[in-house]
């Protein structure tokens, strides 16, 4: 099965940062790659698809970028709402595999 | 609006089965990809299986291969999933959703709780 490695699986930051968010995978996964954030007691909402579409709804702060085997999450302009923990999945081949998940706290 | 209803999730002792549904409206449930994923108490998310619009195609994580099973009744809009042989490290908040060819897993059910524990 593709790993996916999340880094870093913590991070504390403010209102009104820029965060990054890495997820690497241990093949290559071409373009089948998502972003999910998940609040406490919540399902996950997608966020980000195929890399770096945008999901309907989801604020422009939220970007992503990368290819093949490395990923990266970027919220622009922290908002106390973004404090949650984040996930990536690769959907290229099965299992899909999801990251570890980044826990985004406030500092 | 996509709703997806999970339900079904219970507490079970170690070796015992149980069938969790999943209840979808407000999209052609019959056209879609339909996924299960779970998640263990304080722990991240793992996919456990998804099924084919017609149901003819199904696949599995290695660790559910021969002990879970995936399927659906189109005519009603549901989604299941058989759970036999249960083990402790089972035990998880099983969520469905619908997988599109472009998005990806996209819409997530609530989720439905099963513990397993003697």
């Known amino acids: 099965a593709i790993q996916m490695t999340q880094s870093p699986s913590s991070l504390s930051a403010s209102v009104g940062d820029r965060v990054t968010i890495t997820c690497r995978a241990s093949?290559?996964?071409?373009?089948?790659l998502n972003w999910y954030q998940q609040k406490p007691g919540k399902a996950p909402k997608l966020l980000i698809y195929e890399i770096s579409s945008l999901q309907r709804g989801v604020p422009s702060r939220f970007s992503a970028s990368g290819s093949e085997t490395e990923f990266i999450l970027t919220i622009h302009g922290l908002q106390p709402e973004d404090f949650a923990t984040y996930y990536c999945l690769q959907g290229y081949t099965y299992p899909y595999t999801f990251g570890q998940g980044t826990k985004l706290e406030i500092k | 609006e996509v709703q997806l209803v999970d339900s079904g999730g219970a507490l079970v002792q170690p070796g015992g089965s149980l069938r969790l549904s999943c209840v979808a409206s407000g999209f052609p449930f019959s056209s879609y990809w339909m996924t299960w994923v779970r998640q263990a108490p304080g722990k991240g998310l793992e996919w456990v299986a998804n099924i084919k619009p017609d149901g003819s195609e199904k696949f599995y994580v290695d660790s559910v291969k021969g002990r879970f099973t995936i399927s659906r009744d189109n005519a009603k809009n549901s989604l299941f999933l058989e759970m036999n042989n249960l083990r402790a490290d089972d035990t998880a908040v099983y969520y469905c959703?619908?997988?599109?060819?472009?998005?990806?897993?996209?819409?997530w059910g609530q989720g439905t709780l099963v513990t397993v524990s003697s």
């Open positions: 959703a619908r997988d599109t060819a472009v998005v990806g897993v996209e819409s």
């Open positions: 093949q290559g996964i071409g373009s089948d």
